[in-house]
């Protein structure tokens, strides 16, 4: 699908309760044509009720689905022109790859020539030429998931949704997979809603990722925005790993800090905007921001005891228990901890520093 | 003991322990083919002359009988086995409340003893003419041919995923579609194991049939027993259980060529859930 024929996408008030639980309140999101859109959040939390209510298998209580103008949420899923990805990707395991790709087409009852030619088309686009005729059970995890993408994309659907179709696969390939999806869906142009519970995958993959707990949003923005600054302790906790520290907002001359219970002072680049001096705020600073100190010169900055530490190749983590600021971990080059023991007494400094609301 | 040595006891004792059980359930099925050989009742293990002397002998009465059997047996199997996938489906599919309990009920007929079922029937065809006819006899195999049916297509539908049908709705197809270009293929090996238990199991059935069936009505199994009770064992009747015996195994014979054996090792499904 070329960009000009994409349509945005608007999720207006979508709600859905499940008995007494409430599984969606009033979603509401604009997504843009063309783009890749991550829903990222723990299990329970909405992202793949919204996938399924978009697809038409749920129904929503409330709340309407358009695409460009035509509203879509009254078809049944057969009418809707949504290329789906399920989790155990659901090829027909009694039709060949190439029938199970043309699927679609024969649904739309494309001539027969032009359906072969779009297949070898999608081939070509998952890598997979050469192995049209072959059953899914005669293909790896990796070019299933693949098939799978095929053919969810073949008829040019309005939408491409993609519910956690990494989860099977194993660690290594995940990787290689996740790049190959982007890939696929750069040079398809395909809005896309990719549905996962992974963190990483959320961040690699995403033009946006909208994370959601409890059935709402909590943030929507670039994978850079999340992980820079969360905008909620809920966000700040789920994406990437974070040390949260309780702490209160001092603003002066314009300068941001914030101050500890046992007075320790740390100078925040970035705040939640809409946050007061004097308000009550979580200091999050990721692992890889704090700076372990040794030797001379350690008594800058805060200062903490190495706990324990853990490799983990690349690089190590560093369990401290800081001054002031209670436990802290630390994610340090491997080629730097030399010097640095479990025991040991350090000095440490902050590189990055945001501040969340706290309740 | 050395290893190697306790490894050889240990497969040795399997092996007996296999072919016992083997020999102790084929072994009165090649006492009866042979003997249907031999043209007499007597079981002996000559085979110094072996004729098909009682297979000549079979009366028309007995041929008849077993052409009957065979017709409404698949007329049964294949009308339970229409009615039971549709049924399945909205049981499986529709998840009605009431799955369990439908589920459960339908068994009855197979469940209740078929003696108890046959005299009920009895009662009630002497009242509306069905006793001793065809539609009859077809109508009282089909309620133990759907229990199965049903059996069988509800426990091959809770091995598809619905993704399947899912992912064919998603794609464009319709409900109609999805059965026939999805769910059907993907029954069809599971359907023809069912059809052919369901069959074999129609072609015995006897309690059942027993006191509605007639002289113009008389499915094998009855005839053969009242035959044997009227006149007692004769050679004829021997080799006409040899016949059901062939039929049994060329309609496994065939199935398992069709579908290869793996889906009839085992049959996944079993009667009872």
Known sequence: MSPEQ???VRLANLHKRFGGFVALENLSLDIEAGEFLTFLGPSGCGKTTTLKIVAGLLTQESGEIYFGERRIDTLPPSRRNIGLVFQNYALFPHMTVRENIAFGLRMRRWPAARQAERV????????????????????????????????????????????????????KLREEVRLDLRNIQRQSHQTTVFVTHDQIEALVMSDRIVLMNSGRIEQIGSPQMLYDEPATEFAARFV??????????????????????????????????????????????????????????SSDGSGATVLDMIFQGTTVLVDLESDGLGSLRAEVPARHVAGIAAGQRVGLTFAAAHAVPRS | MPRGLLRVFANLGWTVYVVAIVTWLLFPLSLILLSSFQGTISITTDVSNLNVSAYEAIPDRYWNSL???????????????????????????????????????VLLPDVVPHIILGIALLTLYLQIGLARTWLGMLLAMLSLSLAMGL??????????????ELAAETMGANKLQALVLILMPLMAPGLAT????????????????????????????????????????MPHS????????????????????????????????????
């Open chain 1, 6 to 8: 994409a349509r945005p």
């Open chain 1, 240 to 297: 990437g790993a974070n040390n949260l520290v309780p702490a209160r907002l001092e603003v002066v001359n314009g300068e941001a800090a914030a101050r500890t219970g046992s007075d320790v002072h740390v100078r925040l680049n970035t705040v939640v905007p809409g946050l007061a001096d004097g308000a009550d705020i979580w200091m999050c600073v990721r692992p890889e921001n704090i700076h372990i100190i040794t030797g001379e010169g």
């Open chain 2, 151 to 164: 059996r069988f297509t509800e426990a091959l539908l809770e091995g598809l995923p619905e993704e399947y």
């Open chain 2, 194 to 233: 069912a059809a052919l238990f369901i069959f074999i199991s129609n072609m015995v059935t006897f309690e059942l049939l027993f006191f509605i069936s007639g002289p113009n009505a008389s499915p094998i199994a009855v005839r053969l027993f009242s035959d044997i009770i009227d006149r007692g064992i």
């Open chain 2, 238 to 273: 021997v080799a006409m259980a040899s016949i059901m015996i062939y039929i049994s195994i060329a309609f496994y014979v065939i199935v398992a060529l069709t579908l290869g054996p793996k889906y009839l090792a085992g049959s996944t499904v079993s009667r009872k859930g």
């Open chain 2, 67 to 105: 052409w009957f059997t065979v017709q409404i047996s698949v007329v049964a199997t294949v009308t339970a086995l229409l009615v039971s996938v549709p049924a399945a489906w909205a049981m499986v599919r529709g998840k009605l409340a009431e799955r369990r309990f439908l589920s459960n009920v």
């Open chain 1, 120 to 171: 070898e088309e999608m081939l070509a686009l998952v890598r997979l030429q050469g192995m049209g005729n072959r059953k899914p059970e005669q293909l790896s995890g990796g070019q299933q998931q693949r098939v799978a993408v095929a053919r969810a994309l073949a008829f040019s659907p309005d939408l491409v949704l993609l519910d956690e179709p990494l989860s099977n696969l194993d660690a």
